[in-house]
């Protein structure tokens, strides 16, 4: 959450020529709600099955895309397993600082963290990111440099896929 990585699928795919995709969004076309919504009404399980879903429509679906998912959708249902399955995962792994900064700014807008006051927000993170970790360092790349120039990263990119 806040590491950039629909930034990075826009740009990337706009690179590639191939279609973006925003889980979330795809998600919230599907059920006709926001995921504050989802949240709110149907609950975080609920929506993990639905992200779940999607996923596996959209690889299917669609030979080449790149793909936008939520901080969690790699740490449910064995996603990180399948995703590698179905191409190259990639981990944003952008300093704490650079996370809280955004995250604070996006709150009201991320329906886990709405109701988070500054200390809260910081507890936060760090839990998500040691929770998560396990899962993320399972990925192909992991992408430190938040100053990577956008033809250094396809070319990380275009060498994960010919190694494969």
């Known amino acids: 959450m806040g590491a950039g ?8 795919s706009k690179k590639m020529g191939i279609p973006f995709f925003d889980l979330d ?6 059920t ?8 709110e009404q149907e609950g975080e399980e609920y929506f993990r099955t639905k992200e779940s879903e999607i996923l596996q429509w959209v ?15 790699p740490c449910f249902f064995n996603n990180i397993d399948y995703m590698n399955e179905k191409g190259i995962t990639v981990w944003l792994d952008a300093p704490f600082e650079i996370l809280l900064g ?3 700014i996006q709150k009201s807008h991320r329906p886990l963290l709405k109701d988070l006051d500054d200390e809260q927000l910081k507890a936060y993170i760090i839990k998500k ?4 970790r396990i899962y993320y360092e399972r990925a192909k790349l992991r992408i430190e440099n938040q100053e990577i120039k956008t033809d250094d990263f396809l070319k990380l990119i275009v060498e994960e896929t010919i190694s494969r």
């Open 129 to 132: 990111c040691n929770d998560r």
């Open 25 to 30: 969004e795809l998600i919230e076309s599907d």
């Open 5 to 12: 990585k629909t930034h990075w699928g826009r740009l990337i």
């Open 59 to 73: 690889t299917e679906t669609h030979e080449a895309m790149v793909l936008s998912c939520g901080g969690g959708a």
């Open 102 to 104: 955004r995250l604070r």
């Open 32 to 39: 006709n709600k926001t995921i504050s919504e989802i949240f």
